[in-house]
């Protein structure tokens, strides 16, 4: 993996986050909020769950920010503007990456507080990339 490689990954994550965020944005607020009994509840829970997990990710990679997952759940309204800074975010920080940053050890605590080390590279992707 290479900083280059890291990047358009990050793109692809936000290209690919945009056309979800497309079709989300004519549903009403019932389709939206509505409970499909699936492991996050519905489209609501889920796109909550996919921001929450990129943001701990960058948190923990940038060393700013919560490493816990966001309380609540996003509402329908500014979902395009909120995805948008995160995913420049991303963007800025695998710019500040080397390819020497990506192949060195990079440790890290889950939610749980259980310690981790691993090469920067390996640790989880954007959403979508690891599709």
């Not at 979800?20 to 489209?43: F, M, P, W």
């Not at 309204?77 to 800025?92: K, P, S, V």
């Not at 889950?110 to 992707?125: E, I």
Request: hydrophobic share 35%; aromatic share 10%.
């Amino acid at each position: 993996m290479t900083k280059q490689e890291m990047i358009v990954l990050f793109k692809y994550d936000a290209w690919a986050t945009d056309h979800q965020l497309a079709v989300i944005k004519n549903l009403t607020d019932a389709q939206y909020e509505k409970d499909l009994g699936s492991s996050h509840r519905g489209i609501q829970g889920t796109i909550t769950h996919m921001y929450g997990a990129e943001r701990v990710w960058l948190a923990r990679w940038s060393g700013k920010g919560e490493n816990a997952m966001p309380d609540g759940v996003l509402p329908q309204t500014g979902l395009r503007d909120r995805w948008t800074i995160l995913h420049n975010e991303m963007l800025e920080y695998a710019e500040s990456l080397t390819d020497q940053k990506l192949h060195a050890s990079f440790a890290y605590r889950d939610l749980r507080g259980n310690p981790y080390v691993q090469p920067l590279w390996q640790q989880p992707a954007p959403v979508h990339a690891r599709r």
